[in-house]
């Protein structure tokens, strides 16, 4: 007498998920690649925006002040919460340039 076997398979997916650079978990430096090109230094910055980036209301606090730097608040608070060494006088204006 023979026997007969049937056997079921089931199918078994298994998927890996393998975090992007630049998110928290994932191997290598994660502020480095997870900061925007133009806030990484103030070279990158004052290639944008010649004069610095400053508050609405900022006033250069440097002997000889700068005062045709673009004024935005939005834009200087995303710069320092990218990069806080862009404005290192802290008078409200990052990257200012003559």
Not at 33 to 38: D, E, F, I, K, T
Not at 60 to 72: C, Q
Request: glycine share 8%; charged share 20%.
């Amino acid at each position: 007498m023979q026997r007969t076997f049937r056997l079921s398979l089931a199918l078994a997916v298994a998927v890996v998920v393998v975090p992007a650079p630049g998110i928290a978990g994932a191997s290598g430096p994660t502020t480095a690649s997870a900061m925007p090109p133009l806030y990484k230094n103030c070279t990158n910055l004052n290639r944008k925006y010649p004069h610095g980036v400053g508050k609405l209301k900022a006033r250069d606090k440097s002997s000889d002040p700068v005062t045709n730097f673009k004024r935005s608040t939005k834009l200087y608070n995303t710069a320092m919460s990218h990069n806080k060494g862009l404005d290192r006088d802290k008078d409200g204006v990052a990257c200012e340039k003559a």
